[in-house]
């Protein structure tokens, strides 16, 4: 349901580019919950006439329409976000004025508006709380797309999070917190002033439409944006000074500018007293007194004291950047409400590690890095184009939180900020992304940060049995290190592949299931520990996920002679394994590929003699195969067979990833796909059978029947796609005939009720369709049908190919 509305506005419109006049449509943007059309043009019209009458309208683009919507009508608990959000916007909008002040002074202009500094202002009787900055302010272009026409990217993901039940308080992650006004506010003005232009308002009642006027009757602000609420009825807390200093204390102590609240006082005064009104004993007093006193006492006017109302600037916060102060007098709360504050989340959840450091030396700088307690929506989907979250300040000055000069992607789930004294303040963004400290920054920040995750670790009393029960404050971190892993392991993963030069530290931090791993997460340490003392390589295999792996056959010897064996279960394992050839001199060995040694098999030479003839006939049976040869297995225990692959070629695993990928190059498939081995158990009443008939008659249909099933079977359970089920489920079938005594010539019946213009003519009984291995032998697929007569089996089959 989406009304398209035309509403004619009142006041004559400039012109004014492409953007969206609500005269022009205002259909896309009306907000769904509006159920009829009657009712929204009421509505429409109501905000319209109630706009300024000089004032151009716009529509809000669609999404941000909804996005109002949901935000005006939510009846979610915590309003206060809206005053963190607005507090966030206002020390963004000074930090950007302060830049460019680095390079050019005139921009601040002079008296009042040099000062950087953030007002808020309440008006009870009118019901408004208005927030000032002294900021860069807004032109009439950036308040007509950044108030409202242009959706930014985040506005999709956020009504998606909202959709699933997310959190409003992450509304700040998404670049969307302005809109979060209107949980306490049902009309709102935007009154700014920008260098480049003159003061403009901005209003809009949140009914799907905005408007902008050029300001004719306000105080000219000089410099910034003043934010006025008109406060719904049930938030009239809002306007409360004792309300609003606790939450600028509680949860705006770290912005770097100061807040005043402009705030009332009760003082004692003095004032002349009333002649009259002077109390009686003191009368008496007077009376009493001697004479030489008297002059004097005429000549000084009576006073009283008095409780009188004043008003002024209160100063809220401290102004002092937590990075400057020692970490010794910084408690744990102060630092999550500044990780709160730096990264948009207010959710309260606290970080999962902090590191706070002062770097000395060449490069001198202060940082302060934070692990968040989840990762943000879209870490993995936009890995390589997502931007890091530090923010950078030059002594002091805020300069970007956009240089990816200073972490590596792996990092960049990481949030905080850098404050160097070495980096030049007076050059442009761009020369200051070149700069060599940088890379000296960058390294040091890598290094704390590792160091940082290695402690949860190690502090994660879960993470190792030994220390279980030990020291207090146990609980907190327990199971810290998993949560940690859950969120973030992938980054790890990812820097493993990524940085060479950390990659040994990055592989102490890494955590997998094993054979032996239980519940919990093992460490290569802990693998190393558990090592058998014969053990010469670190044991992994790769697939889909554990459960699979569980059952794998190239675990039955390992798992039997109890070796561990690791699981790597996410896609981005394979690529891991291409990087992690050792550690601590420990080659790693995907035990589905060649080259497993498994201590001596004495008996293996003799084996490999007797088997000599079988496995010569199977590989030149399989000679249209892309199998390699055909060995005698060490790895298997109760399964007739496994194919494994060539070291360096892909593994099943990888094949099924590149195949799942819709731009892959199928011509580099073919040239990665490892070579195949199919290796047999040797003891496997099976294969024994089969090297008793072929030595008897080596062509044997049987026997060679059996051999192509068996490579088929052990194609798919070691992990691969087949590339002609059909062919497969043939075999299967033809077997099930001998099973089940039915001659293998034996025909399909035919179907009684045919229309015979659209039926294919039928040969020698059977039907023209040939299967693609009718040549061989005759369809698996016609006996079928041949021997059941009713269509149930048809069903059967397709649900029998379907799950093949
Ligand atoms: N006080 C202000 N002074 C100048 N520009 C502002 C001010 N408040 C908002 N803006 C502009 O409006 C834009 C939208 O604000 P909004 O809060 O929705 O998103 P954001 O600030 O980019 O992201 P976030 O919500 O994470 O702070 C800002 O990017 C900024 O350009």
New binding site residues.
Partial sequence: HSPVVRVRAESAVEGNGDLPKVEEKVGGAIPDALSTDAEVVKRESESIKAFRTKAEKFAFQAEVSRLMDIIINSLYSNKDIFLR??I???S??LD?IRFLALTDKEVLGEGDDTKLEIQIKLDKAKKILA?R?R????TKE?LIK??GTIA?S?TSAFLEQMQKGGDLNL??????????VYLVADYVE?I?K?NDDIQYIWESKADGAFAVSEDTENEPLGR??E?RLHLKEEAGDYLQEDKLKDLVQRYSGFINFPIYLWSSKEVDVEVEADPEEVPEDEEEKTATEDEESEEDAESKPKTKNVKETTWDWQLLNDVKAIWLRSPKEISDEEYANFFHSIA?DLTGDKPLGWTHFNAEGDVEFKAVLFIPPKASHDLYENYYSNKSFLKLYVRRVFISDEFDELLPKYLAFLKGIVDSDTLPLNVSREMLQQHSSLATIKKKLIRKALDMIRRIAEDDPAESDDKEGDSEGEDENRGKYAKFWNEFGKSIKLGIIEDASNRARLAKLLRFHSTKSGDKLASLDQYIERMKPNQKDIYYITGANKEQLEKSPFLEQLKKKGYEVIYFTDPVDEYLMQYLMDYEDKKFQNVSKEGLKLGKDSKLKELKESFKDLTKWWKELLSSENVDSVKISNRLADTPGVVVTSKYGWSANMERIMQSQTLSDTSKQAYMRGKRVLEINPRHPIIKELRERVALDSEDSVAQQTAKLIYQTALIESGFLLEDPKEFASRVYSVMKTTLNVSPDAVVEEEEEVDEAEDTPVEDGKKGKASPSSDEEPSVEDSILEKSVNEEVEEEEEHYNDEL
């Avoid at 900021?135 to 807004?138: C, H, K, P």
């Fill in positions: 959000e607005l966030s916007n206002a963004d909008a950007k927030i900055d900021g860069i302010g807004m950036d950044n108030l930014k985040g509304i700040g992650q998404f670049g969307v917190g302005f809109y979060s935007v700014s920008h910034g944006t934010i948009k």
